[in-house]
C-alpha cells in the first residue's frame, strides 16, 4: 500500500530534531549552514521518535479522545512524517484507519513503510511523496464526504479525518498559508493536530562538573538564533506571531485547543536515548558552534566524546524531560 508522487527537504531546534549540517545537503545550489538534508537525518529521525514513543502514544490517546467514540477515522495523513514512527502509533492507536505518511524525502518514506511492515502494520500504512505545502492541493477537500472519498487523486494526498503534522510547518516558509493547506485536506468534521513550539528539550543537570554551567540555556540560545537564520533563509519566508490556535482559526478552523504531552526518563538513560543525544549534541556542534563559546565548543566536545566517562554516552546524570505541545481543531461540518 504505498503510492509515491514527487520532492524535497528543508529543517529545528526544539522545534524538532537538531540541524543536519549543511555539508551533507546534495543539492547543487549554493549551501547555507541551515540547509538540511534530511535523508541524512534518517537514523537520528527514527531514534528520536522511537525515544518518544511515551509521549507520542499520550498525544494519539488524546487525539482519539478529542475526536470522540462515535467519530469513524477512516483515513488518517500524517504530513511531513519523517521515518513514519507517529504514522504507526497513529495506526495503532485507530485500529480501522489507514495512516498515510507524507514527506518530501522518499528514503524517509521507504524507512516508514520498512517500519510498518515489522510492526504488522503493513495493510494500513501507505506513504505519498510530496513537496509541501504544493503537494496537499487537489485533495478534493470541500467536496468529500467523509465516506471513502479523498484517497488522493493526480497532485494531492487526498482527504482525512485526522490530519496530524509534526515539526514539519516550521520548515516552510509561510506557516499560515501551510496551515491552510493542511486544514483543506480535512473531511468535514475532522481534526487537524498540530506538533510545534513546546519545551526545549532538557537533558543535563545546570552544573555537570565541566565549563561553565548553564551549558543547556545557552545550546538553546545558539539554537534559536540558528532557527531565525533558517527560517530566513526559507523560500517565501514569512513572519507570522507564531500564536498556533489564532493561525488555527485563520486556516477557517474551530473549537481550537492544546495539550502538552511529557516526556519524563530519568537517570540513568538507557542506549537509544544516550544515542539520540549524542546525535543531537553532534548537530548543534556543527550548525550552531558560530554563537558558542570557545569554553562551551571544548565542553561539548568532551560531552560527545565517546571514551570520556564524563561523555553523553556514559556520564550517569544525564536524563531527557521534553514536552510535545499539540494544537488542534476542527473543520467545521458544514
Ligand atoms: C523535523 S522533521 C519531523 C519529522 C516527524 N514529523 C517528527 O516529528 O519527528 C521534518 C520533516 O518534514 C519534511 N519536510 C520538510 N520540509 C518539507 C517540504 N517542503 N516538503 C515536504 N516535506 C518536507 C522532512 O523531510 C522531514 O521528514
Redesign the pocket.
Known sequence: MSTHNDS?????PRH??APAPAHAHKHAHAHHRTDID?EVMATQ?ET??DVQLPALRLAAARLKELLGPDHRVRRILDV???PG??TCVLAETFAGAEAVAV???PG?LDRALARAGRLGLGDRVAVRH???PE?LAGTGAGTGDGEGDGEGGEGGVGTADLVWS???VH??GDQQGALKALAGALRPGGLLAV?EGGLPMRFLPRDIGIGRPGLQARLDVALETWFEEMRAELPGSTAVVEDWPELLRRAGLTGARTFTSLLDLPAPLGGPARSYLHAQLTRVREAASDALAEEDLRTLDVLLDPGAPEGILRRPDAFLLAGVTVYTAVRPAH
Open positions: 524535497r527537504h528543508g529543517h529545528g524538532g530534531s534530511w529521525l528520536g521518535g511531513g512524517s519523517g514512527v507517529m514527506d518530501g524525502a524517509l510530496a513537496e509541501l503537494g509534526s515539526k514539519a520548515h516552510l506538533a
